[in-house]
């Protein structure tokens, strides 16, 4: 079945320090890739998405390609924040009503 | 628009209670998710309606728990009796029908305990 690999975390960099979090996917068709972000105390909330291969997602200075050929969707930011601490999570849809999510990677930016 | 609402946003309760979690989806939204998230099995789908029908409840843990979604603007979780293992937090979402780009829209959860 469809499934989504992220990194383990957690992930802590410094301010102004530069991102990836990993996170690779099988699935039998083609997938909407996202990225989701939970701020604590809060639900989860769409940082990014994309939905055919080659595609770019961005916002808030966060990017991620849909990279068919790797099967990967790595996010990436070039200039961390402390205000970017939260947990990340990838997750794949594939038309059906089914969500598939990764366990999520928790960032900590130290100032 | 106000997003997914959820109440209450905090529940403590004895094992034994019953315990009962309510969701308001985005208005036009014709499909609703429960999930729920701890720290040892993550975030678990438990079930899915669409147009008010539940779809799969196979994500449901056992006969405890129950959900019914009565109309387009409600749906309740209901846990009846509580156990401790049941303490976690539950999360509401909701999707509009975007086809293939569709997104999630989480409520903020309710985080339980049961004692």
């Known amino acids: 079945g469809d499934s989504v690999t992220q990194m383990e975390g957690p992930v802590t960099l410094s301010e102004e320090a530069f991102l990836t979090i990993n996170c690779t996917y099988t699935a039998t068709g083609y997938p909407s890739l996202f990225w989701y972000v939970q701020y604590p105390g809060e639900g989860l909330q769409l940082l990014l998405k994309a939905t055919k291969a080659d595609d770019k997602g961005s916002n808030k200075g966060f990017e991620a390609t849909y990279r068919k050929e790797t099967t990967s969707f790595h996010l990436e930011k070039g200039s961390v924040q402390v205000s970017d601490s939260a947990v990340y999570f990838c997750?794949?849809?594939?038309?059906?009503?089914?969500?598939?999510f990764g366990t999520g990677t928790r960032l900590k930016v130290l100032a | 628009d106000a997003g997914v609402i959820q109440s209450p946003r905090h529940e403590v309760t004895e094992m034994g209670q019953e315990v009962t979690l309510r969701c308001k989806p985005i208005s036009g939204h014709n499909s609703l998710f429960w999930y729920r998230q701890t720290m040892m099995r993550g975030l678990e789908l438990l079930i899915y309606f669409n147009n008010n029908v539940p779809i799969d409840d196979s994500g449901m843990p056992e006969d405890r728990f129950s959900a019914k979604m009565p109309n387009a603007s409600f749906s309740t979780l209901k846990i009846q009796p509580s156990e401790p293992r049941d303490s976690a937090v539950y999360f509401c979402?909701?999707?509009?029908?975007?086809?293939?780009?569709?997104?999630?829209?989480f409520g903020p959860g309710t985080r339980l305990l049961v004692l």
């Open positions: 979402a909701s999707t509009g029908g975007e086809g293939r780009a569709e997104t999630q829209y």
């Open positions: 997750a794949l849809y594939s038309g059906t009503y089914k969500y598939i």
